[in-house]
């Protein structure tokens, strides 16, 4: 059993900054992939950005967000971090934090085991 809580989301204006948090517990942290997805109203499910931990740790981001958003973990306070900077009116969105039971990363929704509640982006022009 693995509990996530997902916390950070606000309003900010176009350009603008934001850090998002995700605390698990209930499981070695260091045994998860950790990923954010992100869902427009009306849209489905996208990634945004992850992270894994093998023989060392690695990192893979969505193309709409590569060079804005970086993604970090704390494995000793199992907590996820995604920072956002320039921030576009399109990334407004709710915005997920995921787990996986593996030491390999993958894009796809369906690999992940545990989600958080979600936490709300909005960005204005």
């Known amino acids: 059993q693995v509990e996530l809580a997902d916390s950070g989301g606000g309003l900010v204006q176009a350009g603008g900054s934001l850090k998002l948090s995700c605390a698990g517990s209930?499981?070695?942290?260091?045994?998860?992939?950790m990923a954010w997805f992100r869902q427009a109203s009306g849209k489905e499910r996208e990634f945004v950005a992850a992270i894994s931990w093998g023989r060392g740790t690695t990192t893979k981001y969505a193309d709409s967000v590569k060079g804005r958003f970086t993604i970090t973990r704390n494995n000793t306070k199992e907590t996820v971090y995604l920072q956002m900077k320039s921030l576009k009116p399109e990334d407004t969105a709710v915005y997920y934090c995921?787990?996986?039971?593996?030491?390999?990363?993958?894009?796809?929704?369906?690999?992940?085991?545990?989600w958080g509640q979600g936490t709300q982006v909005a960005v204005s022009s």
């Open positions: 995921a787990a996986a039971s593996s030491f390999f990363i993958s894009t796809n929704t369906r690999t992940y085991n545990y």
């Open positions: 209930g499981r070695t942290f260091t045994d998860l992939v």
